[in-house]
C-alpha cells in the first residue's frame, strides 16, 4: 500500500522560504493527485492546493495563490510544496496526502506523517 | 466557497454509548463529494468515511456515514464508543473546488 514520507521539521526566518517534500512508496505515483494541507497550532485543517503528477498540473487554494507552488517529480515518486515570505502565521504541521480519484476533487488517503514548519526571528 | 459548520463543538459521552456528529454545508456539496476524519494528538488525521457513506478500507462497522437529500445536512454516526474513538473529527467537501474546505472540528471526549 501506498506510504508517504515527509521531510523533517524546519525553522525559517520571516520573510524566507521552505520547501518540504513527500515521497511515496508502494503503488504507481502517477495514479493519483497529492494535496497538502495545513494545521497551526491547535487549529484545524486547511487544504492549501494539491498536483496530478501524471499531468504536472497544479490547483492552489486562492488563501496561498500568490505564495505556494506544488510541484512533483514522477522519476523519484517525491512532491515538493514551496511556500514563500514567510510569517509567523505559516508556523504549522504541513502534511501531504495522496488523493485517489485524478478527474474530480478527491478525499485524502493515506497522509504523511506531518512536517513541522516554525517561523520564528 | 463552501463553509462547512460542524455541531457541537465538543461532545462528552461515555465508551459504550452512541455519538452523532453533525456537518452542515452553506451549499450544496455536489455528488455528496464529503469525507470525515478522525485525529488524534500529534498524529495525522485518518479517514473514516467518503462520498458520505462509504468506509474506507479497515474502518470498523460501528462508524457510518450519512446525508441529506439536499446535499447540506451531514452525519457521523460512531454506534457504540470505544475508548480509542475518543479524538478529534473533521469533515471535508471536496465537490466543488477549488478550494476543498474543512469543517473547524467536532472534539470528542470521555464523560
Known amino acids: 500500500q501506498v506510504q508517504l514520507v515527509q521531510s523533517g521539521a524546519e525553522v525559517k526566518k520571516p520573510g524566507s522560504s521552505v520547501k518540504v517534500s513527500c515521497k511515496a512508496s508502494?503503488?504507481?505515483?502517477?495514479?493519483?493527485?497529492i494535496s497538502w494541507v495545513r494545521q497551526a497550532p491547535g487549529q484545524g485543517l486547511e487544504w492549501m492546493g494539491r498536483?496530478?503528477?501524471?499531468?504536472?498540473?497544479?490547483n492552489y487554494a486562492q488563501n496561498f495563490q500568490d505564495r505556494v507552488t506544488i510541484t512533483a517529480d514522477k522519476s523519484t515518486s517525491t512532491a515538493f510544496m514551496e511556500l514563500s515570505s514567510l510569517r509567523s502565521e505559516d508556523t504549522a504541521v504541513y502534511y501531504c496526502?495522496?488523493?485517489?480519484?485524478?478527474?474530480?476533487?478527491?478525499?485524502?488517503?493515506?497522509w504523511g506523517q506531518g512536517t513541522l514548519v516554525t517561523v520564528s526571528s | 466557497e463552501i463553509v462547512l459548520t460542524q455541531s457541537p463543538a465538543t461532545l462528552s459521552l461515555s465508551p459504550g454509548e452512541r455519538a452523532t456528529l453533525s456537518c452542515g454545508a452553506s451549499?450544496?456539496?455536489?455528488?455528496?463529494?464529503l469525507a470525515w476524519y478522525q485525529q488524534k494528538p500529534g498524529l495525522a488525521p485518518r479517514l473514516l468515511i467518503y462520498?458520505?457513506?462509504?468506509?474506507a478500507t479497515g474502518i470498523p462497522d460501528r462508524f457510518s456515514g450519512s446525508g441529506s437529500g439536499s446535499g447540506t445536512d451531514f452525519t457521523l454516526t460512531i454506534s457504540r464508543l470505544e475508548p480509542e474513538d475518543f479524538a478529534v473529527y473533521y469533515c471535508?467537501?471536496?465537490?466543488?473546488?477549488?478550494?476543498?474546505?474543512f469543517g473547524q472540528g467536532t472534539r470528542l471526549e470521555i464523560k
Open positions: 451549499q450544496s456539496v455536489s455528488s455528496s463529494y
Open positions: 508502494g503503488g504507481t505515483f502517477s495514479n493519483y493527485a
Open positions: 496526502a495522496r488523493d485517489p480519484r485524478i478527474y474530480d476533487y478527491s478525499y485524502s488517503d493515506p
Open positions: 462520498d458520505a457513506s462509504s468506509r
Open positions: 498536483i496530478i503528477p501524471i499531468l504536472g498540473i497544479a
Open positions: 471535508q467537501q471536496y465537490g466543488s473546488s477549488p478550494p476543498v474546505t
